[in-house]
C-alpha cells in the first residue's frame, strides 16, 4: 500500500517510521546497562585481603555476585601491611581482611575504618616442603640447620610476625634464604623448589594440596594469628561494602572458611 503513494510521502511516512523505532529502543532501555541487568548493574565492591584468603575470599565473590546481580567483586590480595599501607594512602576500597589485628590497627589508627572491625577466622603456621622432602625436614627444631633453603614471610607481614614468635617460643634461631612479602609467595619458592621449606599457613599448604607436603609442629600454637574484617570508611559503596562483611560472617562465609583450614575464632 506504501508502495502506491506517491513518492515524497512515501520517503516522508519512512523517516517518520524510522525516527519512532529509535525512540522505542531508546526508551526501552533506560533502566538497563548494556549487559540487560537492571538495579545496581554496574556497581563494583573494592575488596582488599590478606593473601591467604586467596581461595576462600575468590569463592565468596561469586557467591556475592550470584545474589547480586549486575555487581562484581574485584579484590586486591596481598601481604596485608602493604594492603593496610595502600588504604591509609587513600587507595579506593570498600572492605579490608587483615591476616592480623596489628596490620588492622593500621587501618583504626588513621580513621579509615567504619565502625569496630570483627575477627572473623584464626590460622596457624605449618612448614610446606616439596612433596619429595629433599631436606628430610621432620620437626619444627630442623629448620635450624645451616644446610636447608628456608624462606619466611617479612617480618612486618603477619605470617613472618607468627613466624618470629614460633621460633622464639621454641628457641631456635633460623637463617632464611629469603623473606617473602606474602605468604602466598614464600609458598611459591617451595612448589618451585627454590626452597627445602617455608613456614606458611596451614590453609595454603592445603590449598596447595599435591604440591607441597606440610608438616605441623607443636610451636605454632603459640603463634596463632586472628583474622579481622572491616568496612572501610570512605567506602565507595558502602551498603554492598557491609552486605560482603555479613557474608563472610555468615554461616555460609564460615563453612567456606574452616572447609578451607582456618579456624573459628
Known amino acids: 500500500m506504501i508502495e502506491r503513494l506517491p513518492r515524497p510521502f512515501r520517503v516522508l511516512l519512512a523517516a517518520t517510521l524510522g525516527a519512532s523505532l529509535t525512540l522505542a529502543a531508546g526508551c526501552g532501555s533506560t533502566d538497563k546497562d548494556s549487559s540487560g541487568s537492571s538495579g545496581k548493574s554496574g556497581k ?72 569496630e572491625p570483627k575477627v572473623f577466622v584464626r590460622n596457624r603456621l605449618e612448614i610446606a616442603v616439596p612433596p619429595s622432602n629433599p631436606g628430610k625436614v621432620k620437626a619444627f627444631k630442623d629448620l635450624a640447620n645451616p644446610k636447608l633453603k628456608v624462606v619466611e614471610c617479612a617480618p612486618e607481614v603477619p605470617c613472618g610476625a607468627a613466624a618470629i614468635k614460633a621460633l622464639a617460643a621454641a628457641k631456635l634461631k633460623v637463617k632464611p634464604v629469603s623473606q617473602e612479602q606474602d605468604v602466598k609467595a614464600a609458598l611459591t619458592k617451595v612448589q618451585l623448589n627454590e626452597a627445602d621449606a617455608a613456614l606458611v599457613y596451614r590453609t595454603d599448604v592445603k590449598s596447595a594440596a599435591g604440591k607441597v607436603k606440610g608438616i605441623d609442629f607443636p610451636e605454632a600454637a603459640q603463634a596463632i594469628n586472628d583474622y579481622p574484617i572491616a568496612t572501610l570508611a570512605k567506602a565507595p559503596q558502602p551498603d554492598l561494602a557491609g552486605q560482603f562483611v555479613q557474608l563472610v560472617l555468615s554461616d555460609q562465609g564460615k563453612s567456606v572458611l574452616t572447609q578451607a583450614g582456618f579456624e573459628s575464632p
Open 44 to 115: 563494583t565492591v573494592f575488596v582488599f585481603a590478606a593473601a591467604s584468603l586467596t581461595e576462600t575470599f575468590t569463592s565468596l565473590g561469586k557467591t556475592f555476585e550470584s545474589a547480586h546481580p549486575g555487581v562484581k567483586v574485584k579484590f586486591n590480595f596481598g601481604g596485608s601491611s602493604a594492603l593496610a599501607q595502600q588504604i591509609t594512602q587513600g587507595a579506593p576500597a570498600d572492605v579490608f581482611a587483615a591476616a592480623s589485628p596489628a596490620t588492622m590497627k593500621t587501618v583504626t589508627d588513621a580513621k579509615d575504618a567504619s565502625g
